[in-house]
């Protein structure tokens, strides 16, 4: 983005066709000078990860890890500095492309920690990826309202999913456990007002940073227990559902951890934060800057669960 110069823009999405499974140190990819490109819809381009965070043109990117090939589905701009997002989880930022396989194809390069690969973050075909440009370089004169207002238009409605949150709030399941839930289910969907809000609110909570990046990749990470896998485990079935619903062998892992109780708990709470999130998509909520949520005693239609 060239701050004066570019406003709002609409993301561009697609969905992945091949998932990658290497990672590299000696690839030798370079930058190109460009920090945007156009792509169209039908497009084919390959998503790679990298530590290395120099902009500069012809600068040499060794360090990476492949996720896959993305064909393009809703055609724009991509730009330096968009966020990606990936089977409903935020992956990085772009960082710029290299064009050694052009014309068949561009290399977007994504700045992440760590590379990583498309089994490291759980990816497989027909997983959506959505490049947004970040918020606070949304114009202005863009909307931060929702498109609707739940909390005046339907106000019965809307204090009978904040008394569901009542409820959550008071139920055997760990606060910090329930917000994890809350979080990987927001990623899954997402929804990137319930990502801040959430993310926000753990961190709140005592999460650490370390633990809030890895969830998106929880699997391959050792930072989570086993009864937290097992809530995750549970919580991307009965937010997927799939072909096979919620497996047996999900749930009666979930079991081996939790009581008949927490486990209602949880599955209230897999079903409450799904409710928020197809609101907030719905209506067009984006995320507020840090520390701008507001509470449930304002009816704003927004929500602090």
Not at 132 to 158: D, F, H, K, T, V
Not at 271 to 291: D, Q, Y
Request: net charge negative.
């Amino acid at each position: 983005m060239i701050p004066g110069e570019d406003g709002a823009k609409r993301a561009v999405s697609g969905q992945l066709v091949k998932v990658l499974t290497h990672r590299r140190d000696d690839r030798g990819m370079t930058l190109e000078g460009f920090a945007s490109r156009c792509v169209r819809r039908g497009e084919v381009h390959e998503l790679v990860t990298t530590d290395h965070t120099e902009a500069a043109a012809g600068a040499r990117i060794d360090r990476v890890g492949f996720l896959g090939f993305v064909e393009i589905g809703c055609g724009g701009v991509i730009d330096r500095g968009d966020e990606v997002w990936a089977g409903g989880g935020r992956v990085g930022t772009v960082l710029g492309f290299d064009a050694c396989h052009f014309p068949n194809h561009y290399n977007i390069l994504i700045t992440v920690p760590e590379p990583l690969t498309g089994p490291q973050l759980g990816l497989a075909p027909e997983a959506e990826v959505r490049f947004e440009q970040r918020a606070e370089e949304r114009s202005p004169g863009a909307s931060m309202n929702p498109r609707i207002n739940l909390a005046e238009l339907e106000p019965a409605a809307y204090q009978a999913m904040v008394g569901l949150e009542q409820y959550l709030a008071s139920s055997p399941l760990p606060a910090p456990l329930r917000e994890l839930v809350k979080l990987r289910a927001s990623q899954l969907n997402g929804c990137s007002f319930c990502v801040e809000l959430h993310r926000h609110q753990a961190g709140n909570g005592g999460e650490t940073d370390e633990r809030l990046s890895s969830l998106v990749r929880w699997r391959a990470s050792p930072c989570f227990s086993a009864a937290e896998r097992a809530a995750l485990a549970l919580t991307e079935a009965a937010t997927r559902l799939g072909t096979e619903g919620v497996p047996d062998a999900v749930w009666d892992e979930a079991a081996a951890h939790f009581d008949d109780r927490q486990l209602a708990a949880l599955v209230m709470t897999v079903a409450t934060v799904n409710a928020w999130n197809r609101i907030a998509v719905s209506t067009g909520l984006v995320a507020k800057p840090a520390g701008g949520f507001r509470e449930h005693t304002e009816p704003q239609g927004t929500h602090l669960t």
